[in-house]
């Protein structure tokens, strides 16, 4: 399999797919585009018709959108990539939708700077996605422990999907209460994401558009 991703710096999206094939030692080859390149669209464009990273290739199949992968990756693994029980899989995949959909504000005044440390300021709308996350990483977190320690018990795509904004919350320094932010620390600390920030950090190509806020010293 060939995974093509943007910036590890910048590119949330591709963290996403990435963190999935990686957590589960899935053997893939790693392609990296540019996404301040020149003629960015044409070189896309070669790998989907959507023109956006990250696209998967297995053989012929070729996959693009980060639900769609995850969705195939999870037939990979027979499923393994899901919560095993009923309950578990619907509130896994209700999140996971919720995130690929929604938190619009967030993801615009925040975008994903592994690098940086910024300062934002927070519009009520910003505020009201990150009352939401808070629950997600807290207390409904908290309702499912019972199967494990992630979002919904085991680790699954759901995790995948809201590390971005884990990270997000390191850049831009929000805190939230203690349970949430228990999880935002075992997200980080999960070896995969850990390759992934050493690599953002070791990067140097700059992208004015996502370096958001101001520099807090």
């Known amino acids: 399999m060939k995974l093509i991703i943007g910036n590890k710096n910048y590119s949330s999206w591709s963290l996403r797919s990435w963190l999935l094939l990686t957590h589960f030692e899935l053997d893939f080859e790693e392609i990296n585009v540019s996404l301040r390149s020149e003629e960015l669209n044409a070189r896309l464009g070669e790998y989907s018709p959507s023109q956006r990273v990250p696209v998967l290739e297995d053989g012929a199949t070729r996959v693009w959108d980060t639900l769609a992968i995850a969705e195939y990756i999870n037939e990979k693994l027979d499923g393994a990539a899901w919560p095993s029980k009923t309950q578990e899989r619907a509130y896994a995949r209700s999140i996971s939708a919720e995130m690929h959909a929604g938190f619009t504000a967030l993801r615009n005044a925040m975008p994903m700077n592994i690098r940086a440390k910024r300062g934002v300021e927070l519009s009520q709308a910003v505020q009201r996605d990150l009352q939401r996350i808070e629950m997600i990483f807290g207390d409904t977190r908290l309702s499912y422990s019972t199967q494990g320690p992630w979002l919904a018990g085991a680790f699954s795509i759901a995790d995948c999907m809201y590390a971005p904004v884990a990270s997000r919350l390191k850049t831009y320094g929000i805190s939230l209460n203690q349970k949430a932010e228990e999880y935002v620390e075992m997200i980080h600390e999960l070896p995969a994401m850990k390759q992934w920030i050493s690599a953002a950090l ?15 010293v």
Do not use: M, Q, R, W
């Open 202 to 216: 070791a990067e140097s190509e700059v992208i004015p558009e996502d370096e958001a806020g101001v520099d807090i």
